[in-house]
């Protein structure tokens, strides 16, 4: 019996497998983030069903998923080349 994954190289599914990881993904979970919303059946965005302490930590997770030694934006403000 044949089965979709026997249609996956080997080096395909260990790349699929270590970007997973780095997100902190299953493969399954990860393969459905690449799905369109419609297909992975979520039906709405989590701003219109999330609670605003849901909201909230989901928005802390953002943060966290981002480097925090990101250099910062020069000032760039119109008082600012003339100081």
Do not use: C
């Amino acid at each position: 019996m044949s089965t979709i994954l026997e249609d996956v190289k080997p080096e395909t599914a260990a790349i699929i497998a270590a970007q997973a990881k780095e997100r902190g993904l299953s493969v399954d979970e990860y393969l459905l983030s690449l799905l369109p919303e419609s297909s992975s059946g979520k039906g709405r965005p989590l701003y219109e069903t999330a609670s605003p302490d849901e909201l909230a930590d989901a928005f802390a997770e953002w943060v966290k998923s981002h480097d925090p030694n990101t250099p910062v934006i020069p000032d760039t403000r119109r008082e600012a080349l003339y100081d």
